[in-house]
């Protein structure tokens, strides 16, 4: 085992063919010939002493060896970004650098922060990815990002999270539907509609489902559709109820009726997830700490939790071992 000829430049290369998936796509991002990235992928291969990588037709997979180097890669650059983020702030004000991964429905919740806080640090270049659950899930297993936003967070040992937004779920209906004007509504009734569902897996869906099967309740008849925004739509041109978040309903929204049913009491919470086993930037940091002094200012109070600061203080712990 050679580690004394590892360089910055190949963990660079073989982070970039890890996280793209692909040699030419490395290439094209690092503007290096693709015979070149082989060649550094050779050489930290012979450097570490045992193959990293093994290729399919499906795809690049790592080895154990490769997880253990992926890993010790990415803290490494991630110090070293760090240590440039900090001399530019010395030099030039704030500045930094991080990512955030959110499921869909957080994008009716999260601008609300991300405008007051780029007012606040317009410097800090700040990346935004959004997706239903299982992509958010995979960026979070492939470490693509430093923050990640579920209502419903992964049960996984490297997972920190804390509550910063209570979510509760509502029945919709259509301004002009039968059951807009009912009184002393029952499950029972609501089950003979038909039901506007996400894709299974979601957050909401996971939750609705759970709630449903609790009571000894089946639907009758359902639609999937890809997005809330479809189902608010949908709901609103009549082609069946919902159970939405509230938090994707505007205020004062026209056409829909949220409906009160004795017994239906959902909530989940929206969480910010880090990684434990992964060193968290300057600039993310700076993100949550804004975050948890904000929060009552750029959202709804009656929603809000603070168990951002307990997060900030956790991590803290951790790196200090």
């Known amino acids: 085992m050679k580690l004394r000829h590892l360089t910055f430049r190949l963990l660079e290369v073989f ?4 996280k793209t998936g692909s040699l030419s796509e490395a ?20 450097a570490v002493g045992e193959p990293l990588l093994i290729m ?12 253990i180097v992926y890993a010790a890669a ?11 983020d900090q001399l530019h702030s010395v030099q030039a004000g704030q500045h930094g650098r991080f990512s955030i991964a959110m499921v869909n429905t957080a994008q009716y919740v999260l601008p609300r922060l991300l405008g007051p806080y780029s007012k606040t640090f317009p410097e800090v270049d ?6 239903n659950r299982e992509q958010v899930l995979q960026r979070f297993n492939q470490q693509l990002d430093d923050i990640y936003i579920f209502s419903h967070p992964p049960a996984l040992d490297h997972a920190a999270a804390a509550r910063f937004l209570r979510n509760p779920l509502v029945i919709i209906v259509a301004a002009d539907h039968p059951l807009a004007q009912q009184p002393n509504l029952t499950m029972t009734d609501l089950l003979k509609e038909r039901f506007l569902l996400r894709e299974p897996g979601s957050a909401t869906r996971m939750l609705f489902d759970g709630w449903l099967q609790t009571q000894g309740l089946q639907l009758n008849r359902s639609l999937q559709m890809a997005s809330n925004e479809a189902i608010r739509v949908g709901v609103a041109a009549g082609m069946g109820i919902a159970v939405i978040s509230r938090h994707v309903i505007p205020p004062g929204a026209a056409g829909l009726v949220e409906l009160s049913v004795p017994g ?17 930037p300057h600039a993310a940091r700076r993100f949550l700490q804004f975050a948890d002094i904000q929060l009552e200012n750029c959202l709804d109070p009656a929603y809000v939790c603070h168990e951002t600061d307990q997060l900030l203080k956790d991590l803290s712990a951790l790196e200090a071992e």
């Open 264 to 280: 239906f009491s959902l909530e989940s919470h929206w969480h910010f997830i880090v990684r434990r086993d992964r060193r968290l």
């Open 56 to 67: 399919h037709r499906q795809g690049i997979q790592l080895t154990d060896t490769g997880q």
């Open 74 to 84: 990415l803290d490494m650059l991630g110090r070293f970004d760090d240590l440039q």
């Open 126 to 131: 700040l990346t935004l990815e959004i997706g």
């Open 15 to 18: 982070s970039c063919v890890i």
């Open 27 to 46: 290439a094209r991002q690092l503007h290096l010939t693709q015979p070149t990235v082989s060649l550094q992928l050779k050489r930290l291969s012979e």
